[in-house]
């Protein structure tokens, strides 16, 4: 197995529930997301977060990403500052409730805004970004000619194909210089082809830093769970109304992350029944 | 398809007994009348500028109260106004003289104070059409509430300004021939309008009318496509 250690806690869900009057969506959902570091290797981390149809999936994904404040409960960040020690600085880690703005936040339709071309949308993330002031249009140009958008810079959203505004999308918060990138439903309605590509990019998004950290909602458990090194299974039991997370899958200790071979794997197989099972 | 229309429309008018009502060929006799005195000519600028003026401020005032409704503080100002498409302006005018200086101010806040309701209505009506999304991005952008109402509401619903004012002429047009009659010293085509019918002299009124509907349609046309001009994306 590859060698790796679970270090710092990145983000932290404690008893976070989410109730409309009466009503509760979630209830008591806890889980955290380690930094996980593989030696010789820049490995950020992706993690899954799978349930069926109304198990609030994506009301969760709102309170992750800060557009939303749970009924109970607290998500939390942890992030590296520096900070002054006598004559140096050094880097410690701080926790913080996560707040709008924290997490690059990528929606099912890929939304931009339409009055702006994919060079002014990528121009006003990276200018949120301190990390790139005075180098925007450089780390625009090569994000661009990473992503394979470099023809498209000066076309609006309205022009593009779903690949291309995904794409915008994924660069635009990449841009804005946030470890955390949330994604919503990344494989809705595409097909094979593209399918294989967007995989791909996530997962060369998480070997650009390792701190990037990938949450994925999904109800497309094979492919989700192909690129992730953890699974969280979002479901009901009998402590209650509303979801709340009813498995966590540490796909490294079965053996089953970092591999491109996984598809026809008895044990990755296994564990997608296994998955299916609970929910 | 629409010219043979036009032209069998112009026939039957033609050919239908008239009475007191003109054939098109005595309105296109006015008409050429008209267009060969300077007189005309003279009345359009008169009411173009005031149009536009009061277009100019109508669209401040307008956007200044759309953009603050954002605010709980001014919504229910931005409200009252639009709820102000209800009052007549022809209770208001004695109120209105005793605020203005002269007859050109008059006429100028009447017009004003006539379109600011309906440009505010369809205004406020494309703000609040805004999907919720516009407002999320700008969130997980980190945007604070001041960037995010300039991104979203004054940069992105640029283009429906224009859409708002097109769609919106058509009343600004139509009060100026009231509003003319109020002050006629000062001229226009509304004063041309009220003179031509104080001596029934229809033709003249009604190839006035032509010209006034002519106008309104090339200023409709010319707005439409100012809009496409300026903000590209609309065209897509």
């Given amino acids: ?279 | 398809m629409i010219t043979a229309q036009v032209l069998f429309a112009l026939l039957i008018w033609q050919l239908s007994p008239g009475g007191l009502i003109p054939g098109p060929l005595r309105v296109l006799e006015a008409l050429g009348n008209l267009v060969s005195g300077r007189l005309l000519y003279d009345s359009l600028l008169t009411s173009l500028i005031l149009t536009f003026k009061a277009l100019v401020y109508s669209l401040v005032l307008t956007l200044l109260f759309s953009y603050l409704s954002v605010l709980p503080f001014f919504r229910p100002v931005a409200e009252f106004i639009v709820k102000c498409r209800y009052l007549t302006l022809t209770g208001l005018i004695f109120i209105f003289t005793l605020l203005t200086r002269d007859g050109g101010a008059l006429k100028l806040s009447l017009l004003v104070f006539g379109i600011v309701p309906f440009f505010t209505t369809s205004f406020l009506a494309v703000i609040l059409r805004t999907p919720a999304q516009e407002f999320e991005l700008c969130q997980t952008l980190g945007y604070s509430r001041w960037e995010t109402l300039y991104e979203v509401i004054v940069i992105g619903k640029a283009d429906q300004v224009f859409e708002v004012v097109r769609q919106n002429f058509a009343i600004a047009w139509m009060m100026i021939t009231m509003v003319e009659g109020l002050n006629m010293s000062e001229g226009g085509i509304g004063t041309l309008l009220i003179k031509y019918n104080k001596y029934n002299d229809l033709p003249h009124v009604l190839a006035l009318q032509v010209l006034i509907f002519g106008l309104g349609l090339c200023f409709d046309y010319g707005l439409g496509q100012l809009r496409r001009w300026l903000f590209a994306y609309t065209k897509i």
């Fill in chain 1, 1 to 279: 197995m590859t060698p790796y250690i679970k270090k710092e806690v990145l983000l932290q869900a404690k008893g976070v529930s989410l109730c409309y009057g009466e009503k509760c969506i979630l209830r008591d959902v806890h889980f955290s997301i380690r930094d996980i570091v593989r030696p010789g290797i820049q490995q950020g981390q992706v993690v899954s977060l799978v349930g069926r149809s109304g198990m609030g999936k994506t009301q969760l994904f709102r309170l992750l990403s800060g557009l939303q404040k749970p009924t109970a409960g607290s998500i939390t960040i942890r992030e590296r500052k520096p900070a002054e020690v006598g004559d140096g600085v050094i880097e410690v880690w701080r926790e913080r409730p996560v707040q709008a703005g924290d997490m690059g936040v990528i929606f099912q339709n890929y939304y931009q805004f339409g009055w702006r071309t994919v060079k002014q949308s990528l121009l006003l993330a990276a200018r949120r970004n301190p990390a790139l002031a005075g180098t925007e249009e450089e780390a625009i140009r090569e994000y661009a000619s990473r992503f394979d958008i470099a023809d498209v810079l000066q076309h609006y959203p309205g022009q593009l194909s779903g690949g291309q505004q995904q794409r915008v999308s994924i660069i635009q918060q990449l841009l804005k210089g946030s470890n955390f990138l949330l994604l919503d439903e990344p494989f809705s309605g595409l097909d094979i082809c593209v399918l294989e590509k967007v995989t791909e990019l996530l997962l060369q998004v998480s070997l650009s830093d390792e701190l990037k950290t990938l949450i994925i909602v999904s109800h497309d458990i094979a492919t989700a769970a192909a690129i992730s090194d953890t699974v969280f299974i979002l479901g009901r039991d009998a402590g209650g109304e509303g979801s709340t997370l009813v498995r966590e899958i540490d796909l490294i200790e079965r053996g089953l992350a970092w591999r491109s071979d996984l598809r026809e794997d008895k044990v990755f197989l296994d564990t997608l029944a296994e998955i299916k099972d609970c929910l």
